[in-house]
């Protein structure tokens, strides 16, 4: 056999081991991926849903603790915490407008507008009472001299997003008693 001859045995049997992949090879290999991903894909999906509820329960739970926190640090007789006369509790409902993005006063949005938190705060006001069980007299009335107040109770509840297909909507009831 000739120089010539050896090289192109040689070239024939590279040429064959480099043929690559069959077709069949390649469509096994691509449905072992597709299971491969299939399988993963749950825990992906799981991750965003379990990631959102997170960041709304952090949220509900910031906005309702700034709002206790504004309220503790105002004076017991402050405006924003007396309750008027004929009724033994002041509420203040108010949502976060999406267009906005601060709170306003109501828990319907204007049209175009969406509400993104609802937020209700509620002042009730107590006197010491010894006779009771609980040492509280029942909510007293806007009315009551301002001498028989000792305590007011700030309760703040927010409702977070609407939960939709990413689980239930986020609610978080806060409550604080302020002394003198």
Not at 107 to 122: K, L, N, S, Y
Not at 165 to 175: H, I, K
Request: glycine share 8%; proline share 4%.
């Amino acid at each position: 056999m000739s120089l010539t001859s050896n090289r192109s045995v040689t070239n024939r049997e590279s040429r064959a081991r480099e043929r690559g992949l069959s077709i069949v090879e390649v469509m096994i290999a691509a449905a072992l991926l597709l299971i491969i991903a299939l399988g993963i894909l749950p825990l992906f999906t799981r991750s965003i849903i379990s990631n959102r509820k997170g960041l709304d329960s952090t949220e509900v739970s910031n906005l309702a603790r700034s709002r206790l926190e504004e309220f503790v640090q105002l004076p017991l007789n402050d405006p924003q915490l007396t309750v008027v006369g004929g009724s033994t509790e002041l509420v203040v409902a108010e949502h976060f407008s999406e267009k906005d993005e601060k709170w306003k006063a109501g828990t319907t949005p204007d049209a175009g507008d969406h509400a993104i938190f609802t937020r209700t705060t509620t002042v009730r006001q107590y006197s010491i009472d010894s006779t009771t069980t609980t040492g509280l007299s029942a909510a007293l009335d806007g009315n009551a001299s301002p001498l028989a107040v000792h305590l007011k109770e700030i309760e703040v509840t927010i409702l977070g997003r609407a939960g939709g297909p990413l689980g239930p909507q986020q609610q978080l009831t806060t409550r604080v008693f302020k002394s003198q």
